[in-house]
């Protein structure tokens, strides 16, 4: 069997904390009955909502609540987006999340080799609760 390695590939991505925060959201502006400001989904990225899970129930995997979680529609289904996860768009302009263990062991700024990935809003990311 012959080896191969994967031809390098620059992608973009942006780091979600919460909705709203994907560029390429554009979320529509609404006006509840009494006349309060809110804004509708992201198109990249959606609020999370599943009539099956409360709202405050707590993520398997990040342990925030899932009412501060996002979701996303991609090549292979819907994904949950937890708070801080990167969203990665990939050479098609699909969008797909990526943990960011997992994109930091990945992927390292395009052009200079030395630069950190950005860490912009990390400080804002939601306090994890007091079970943690
Ligand atoms: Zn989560």
Request: charged letters at 30%.
């Amino acid at each position: 069997m012959a080896s191969y390695h994967r031809k390098p590939v620059v992608i973009e991505a942006t780091r979600w904390f919460r909705n709203g925060d994907h560029p390429e959201d554009d979320r529509e502006a609404f006006q509840t009955k009494r006349g309060e400001p809110f804004l509708g989904d992201g198109k990249v990225v959606r609020y999370y909502r599943n009539p099956d899970i409360p709202s405050c129930s707590q993520c398997a995997t990040c342990r925030h609540e899932m009412d501060i979680h996002g979701w996303i529609e991609t090549f292979e289904g819907g994904h949950i987006v937890c708070p801080g996860d990167w969203i990665i768009t990939g050479i098609m302009g699909e969008h797909y999340p990526c943990k960011p263990h997992v994109f930091e062991a990945t992927y390292e700024p395009e052009g200079d080799p030395d630069a950190e990935i950005d860490e912009a809003g990390k400080d804002d990311a939601p306090e994890r609760t007091a079970r943690d």
